[in-house]
């Protein structure tokens, strides 16, 4: 049994980081409703944006944060559009929401108006900069509230290169596992207490934690960025391969790997060097950039797969620096369920599985996403309303019906 089945979402969400925590919600067996505004979520259309078709048919780039939902599309502007939401929610157990606060108090739906109305309701959000400070009402995305404000940008650069160029909503899917671990801590909470919650996330704050060992330690004059060139053990670092490839080393104990990995890397020429082979006077000296060339010239002259059997086969640690492409060919991500394979018109397509597992569970479902206001009416239906009440609300623009997406 799914560990969440008969538990009631309704997601008034937008773009990556709030409605993957619902899709994440919906594939563990809770029930999905999404609302969505007359215009409808403009993630709809973010398949131009990362260079994908998007149509009602194939839209990738929104079945990823919207996979297994309902949709139903709502005026909440309109009087009778809130009566409809607010139906919604009383029969809910979670609302997940981004939009702003000073938006909701405006509609209606913040979390001190609602815990009134439905003192079990789960209210979450995710919020680009947190509920207070002066940036409390300022827009956020990822790129600049995660991976600029919060540091991930300007800490992770290679000293005196360029900033990472991540992959978009890099930070957006690390939110959303935060949102859903403290909506189910909320769940769990609420069957002891009877009282629902709120629950906030922000995209600042994650990126500061997901950074916790730069943040600690900085302060000790550990500084960041840094340069792979100063690595302090230059046998736990990056290097480029003849085929143009990155790997990754990771090897601790450089004392009593020295003479191995220099002998496996065709220099035995540096096997007994004490100049280099003590970790300790490498740092004290600030040799560190020349073992480091050193490693460079060697690793330059051997293709990416060579050198990972080489150094797999004599047991240090190391990995591909591998790129989605790569991702897509690797066994272990199938033996795992790490992509999922979705049927679309052009084919089928891959897709993540979200990374948390259950015995208990088979593997999700993963049903792609209907055009805007494909379910209104059924969900209507389900609230109690008659089929002349609904062509009413639909008349009047409080409820939107099927709306097919126009490029």
């Known amino acids: 049994m799914k560990p969440l089945k008969g538990i009631k979402v309704v997601d008034l969400t937008t773009y990556l980081a709030a409605p993957t925590a619902a899709r994440v919600l919906g594939e563990w067996g809770a029930d999905l409703i999404k609302v969505e505004a007359p215009k409808g979520d403009p993630a709809r259309a973010q398949g131009s944006v990362f260079n994908m078709p998007f149509s009602d048919e ?6 990823v944060a919207n996979m297994n939902k309902r949709f139903i ?12 939401i607010y139906k919604l929610l009383s029969t809910a157990d979670v609302f997940v929401t981004n939009t702003r606060t000073k938006s909701l108090v405006k509609l209606g739906l913040d979390y001190n108006t609602l815990k009134d109305k439905f003192p079990r309701l789960i209210f979450a959000q995710v919020l680009g900069y947190g509920e207070k400070g002066p940036e ?6 990822d790129a600049t509230c995660y991976m600029a404000r919060g540091g991930v940008l300007a800490t ?19 939110v959303s596992m935060c949102l859903v671990s403290g909506i189910c801590g909320a769940l769990f909470n609420r069957e002891r207490t009877g009282k629902g919650d709120k629950v906030t996330v922000s995209l600042h704050h994650t990126a500061v934690f997901m950074q916790s060992v730069a943040m600690i330690s900085a302060q000790y004059g550990n500084q960041y960025p840094k340069s792979r060139k100063e690595i302090p053990n230059p046998f736990n670092n990056c290097y480029r391969t003849k085929d143009q490839k990155w790997v990754v080393m990771c090897c601790p104990e450089y004392d009593r790997d020295f003479d191995k990995i220099m002998t496996l890397l065709g220099r035995k020429d540096m096997v007994g060097n004490t100049k280099y082979n003590k970790c300790a006077q490498v740092n004290a000296n600030k040799l560190n950039r020349e073992v480091v060339d050193i490693l460079d010239e060697a690793i330059s002259k051997i293709d990416r797969a060579d050198l990972m059997k080489l150094l797999k086969d004599n047991d240090l640690a190391c990995e591909a ?3 989605p492409l790569d991702i897509y060919e690797d066994e272990q991500v199938w033996a795992n369920n790490i992509l999922t394979k979705v049927d679309y018109p052009s084919g089928k397509r891959m897709l993540p599985t979200n990374p948390v597992l259950f015995d208990s569970m088979t593997e999700p479902t993963m049903e792609t996403c209907k055009p805007q206001g494909a379910h209104t009416e059924e969900i209507m239906r389900e609230l109690g309303y008659s089929d002349a009440e609904i062509r009413e609300y639909i008349q009047n623009g409080a409820v939107v019906g099927l709306k097919f997406l126009k490029k």
């Open 321 to 323: 620096g591998y790129e």
């Open 73 to 84: 599309t709502l005026n909440l502007k309109t009087e009778k559009g809130l009566e409809v």
């Open 58 to 63: 194939e839209n990738l780039a929104f079945d």
């Open 156 to 174: 992770t650069v290679d000293k005196g290169g360029s900033p990472m160029n991540p992959s978009n909503g890099y930070g957006d899917f690390q």
């Open 136 to 141: 409390k009402d300022t827009a956020g995305f």
